[in-house]
């Protein structure tokens, strides 16, 4: 591995429309913060035919302590680590 350089898995999952892709990049990334290595809060979606139009998430802002907010891109109220219910 080249030192001081990241590099991404792109990993093509298809839904049947932007809501479906969407909650299942959610669940995939939440799924995958077992493993160390994956940043869920930069996941987005696009369309197969467009994938230059991408369509975040998370919010990802920034928390105290340098973590990231993990509810959807456009929620409401303040941000948080988890689902408030």
Not at 5 to 22: E, S
Not at 30 to 35: D, E, S
Not at 62 to 75: K, V
């Amino acid at each position: 591995m080249v030192e001081g350089k990241r590099f991404v898995i792109h990993l093509p999952v298809a839904a049947g429309d932007l809501v479906g892709a969407v909650r299942l990049a959610r669940v995939v990334a939440r799924w995958a913060t077992l493993l160390s290595s994956t940043d869920p809060g930069e996941t987005t979606v696009s369309a197969e035919d467009d994938q230059g139009v991408r369509h975040r998430v998370f919010c990802d802002l920034l928390l105290p302590g340098g973590r990231r907010c993990l509810l959807r891109a456009d929620h409401d109220g303040p941000c948080a680590r988890r689902l408030v219910r």
